[in-house]
């Protein structure tokens, strides 16, 4: 296992690496495997960015994000031009109903509510608008829709983690309850953890998912 400052070395390296960053306003300190990073950028979505990048660091145990947005003025908009746009991207999101999602906006922060079918919408529509200049934040309250016909819904979320790798979900345990999948167990990284819990949301029945898992 590399030390702290090795890991802070490959969380700098990958910042700068991913052309999707701009990590120039962005610091980053590592403690016993959690790494904190704080600073500003221009978005949401570089936020997201930056958080996805550490994730992919090996050994990392934990993310600590303390970075403000402070867009630039070309990047601010009305909240009722924001809202207009992400109704327009939501409207042509392939996946996604007109009428499933209404949105909410304050201050450049999203809400998202309203219901869907399938868990991969509530997430679909979480990733456009996060994507979408302008936004500050989404709070993301859609509910799946609870489908009584789904059987063995455990059994199909193991199956999907089973085709992508058994070895790195080997040590995930899995039960459900009222269309309430908790996954529990041990991963080696963040990025298997938010896999892991993707292929659960993925699955028809499952309306919603608690993040049990520990990252060894």
């Known amino acids: 296992m590399k030390s702290d400052e090795a890991l802070r070395e490959e969380v700098v390296c990958e910042l700068a690496w991913d052309p999707a960053v701009d990590a120039s306003r962005v610091e980053v300190g590592v403690q016993d495997r959690i790494v904190t990073v704080s600073g500003a950028v221009s978005g949401y979505a570089q936020k997201m960015a930056i958080q996805r990048a550490v994730e992919r660091v090996a050994d990392c145990q934990a993310i600590v994000i303390e970075l403000t947005i402070e867009p630039p003025p070309a990047l601010v908009h009305p909240d009722v031009d924001l809202a207009e746009a992400i109704v327009v991207a939501l409207r042509w999101q392939a996946g996604l109903a007109e009428s499933q999602v209404h949105v909410e906006v304050e201050r450049g922060c999203v809400t998202l509510s309203g219901d869907v079918d399938w868990g991969y919408q509530r997430n679909l529509a979480e990733k ?8 500050m934040g989404v709070a ?5 829709r609870n489908s009584d016909a789904v059987a ?8 999907a983690l089973a085709r992508r790798a058994q070895r790195e979900f080997a040590g995930i345990h899995i039960t459900v309850e009222g269309g ?12 298997d953890r938010r896999a892991a819990c993707g292929a659960a949301w993925a699955t028809r029945g499952v309306r919603r998912v608690v993040d049990k898992l520990v990252v060894a």
């Open 140 to 144: 993301n309250r859609i509910e799946v």
């Open 152 to 159: 063995h819904v455990a059994e199909h979320i193991s199956a």
């Open 180 to 191: 309430v999948a908790t996954l529990s167990g041990t991963v080696s990284s963040l990025r």
């Open 128 to 135: 456009v608008v996060s994507r979408m200049r302008g936004v």
